[in-house]
Each structure stands twice: as structure tokens, then as C-alpha cells.
């Protein structure tokens, strides 16, 4: 990990909801991870991005999933808070894992495309914390579902 970053996750503890800045989705589809690519990038990333002041991080987390991969049906279950430093700069975001049973098409958001695959790309967007998400979702797979959508 990158000396500059600091990663902390808490499985279901409680942090405070105005804390949380963004979500993260662990998704997957037929036993392949979902990875997106944003159209103004060439890495790979996890599905999520920032929760709307009026939202709560599991809307949040619903939203992200259905504009990002073409989610159209699913179980999401929420993993925990995680925390991330980065130059003294701290920042919260809740981690879900989704099981998708449906694709759609993408939406006219800042994706490009998806990918499905077997692990983890070589350029990820975020080197520093995606592995450490990705395999807290990889470990949660079978567990207990939050919600079907």
C-alpha cells in the first residue's frame, strides 16, 4: 500500500451517517466480479461513487449500482465503514457487496463499460484501497442479504 495512504475498515460498526462521503460495491454476476471503467479514464474501478446530501449511503450504494453497472435486479448487503487517510486528509465510505441477478443496459452516466472478470485488473483507479475492499467483499460471498431490488 502506498506509504501516503491509510486504510482502516470496521465491519459493521457504526459511524455516523454525515460522515459517510461515498460507497463502494463488491458486485457480482454469475461468479465474476463487476468492474466499471469511467469514460475520462483507462484503470478499472469497483462500482460506487459519492452519497447525495438528501440520500442515506445505502440509497446511495442502490443508485451507484444501477447508473454504473446496468444493475437492473439484486441483493445488496452492507460490509462495514471504511476509513481512508491520505496526507493527513481523513475520509469515510460504507462498503456493500451486491449479487447481481440482471444486467441492463448502461445509463448516460460517466461509465464506459464494464467488465466481468475472475479477479482483480492490473490498473485499477484506486491502487491503494480497492484490493483490500475487493477481497473483504470476495471473503463476505454467501453470507446473509440485506435487500433484493
Same mark, same amino acid.
Given at each position: 500500500?502506498?506509504? $501516503?495512504?491509510?486504510?482502516d475498515?470496521?465491519?459493521?460498526? $457504526?459511524?455516523?451517517?454525515?460522515?459517510?462521503?461515498?460507497?463502494?460495491?463488491?458486485?457480482?454476476?454469475?461468479g465474476?466480479?463487476?468492474?466499471?471503467? $469511467?469514460?475520462?479514464?483507462e484503470?478499472?474501478?469497483?462500482?460506487? #461513487?459519492h452519497?447525495?446530501? $438528501?440520500?442515506?449511503?445505502?440509497?446511495?450504494?442502490?443508485?451507484? &449500482?444501477?447508473?454504473?453497472?446496468?444493475?437492473?435486479?439484486?441483493? &445488496?448487503?452492507? &460490509?462495514?465503514?471504511?476509513?481512508v487517510?491520505?496526507?493527513?486528509?481523513? %475520509?469515510?465510505? %460504507?462498503?456493500? %457487496?451486491?449479487?447481481?441477478?440482471?444486467? #441492463?443496459? &448502461?445509463?448516460?452516466?460517466?461509465?464506459?463499460?464494464?467488465?466481468?472478470?475472475?479477479?482483480?485488473?492490473?490498473?485499477?483507479?484506486?491502487?491503494?484501497?480497492?484490493?483490500?475492499l475487493?477481497?473483504?467483499?470476495?471473503?463476505?460471498? #454467501?453470507?446473509?442479504?440485506?435487500?433484493?431490488?
Amino acid at each position: 500500500m502506498n506509504e $501516503h495512504v491509510k486504510f482502516d475498515f470496521f465491519p459493521r460498526k $457504526h459511524i455516523p451517517e454525515r460522515l459517510i462521503t461515498f460507497v463502494v460495491i463488491g458486485a457480482f454476476y454469475k461468479g465474476r466480479s463487476i468492474f466499471v471503467r $469511467h469514460k475520462e479514464r483507462e484503470t478499472w474501478e469497483l462500482p460506487g #461513487g459519492h452519497r447525495e446530501s $438528501h440520500e442515506s449511503s445505502f440509497d446511495a450504494a442502490v443508485r451507484e &449500482l444501477k447508473e454504473e453497472t446496468g444493475a437492473c435486479s439484486f441483493s &445488496l448487503t452492507f &460490509l462495514g465503514t471504511y476509513r481512508v487517510t491520505i496526507k493527513k486528509e481523513t %475520509r469515510f465510505g %460504507r462498503l456493500y %457487496r451486491a449479487e447481481v441477478k440482471e444486467l #441492463g443496459p &448502461l445509463g448516460l452516466f460517466e461509465i464506459q463499460e464494464i467488465s466481468l472478470r475472475e479477479g482483480l485488473p492490473e490498473q485499477l483507479t484506486y491502487p491503494a484501497v480497492q484490493p483490500d475492499l475487493y477481497q473483504i467483499c470476495q471473503k463476505s460471498r #454467501g453470507k446473509k442479504t440485506d435487500i433484493s431490488v
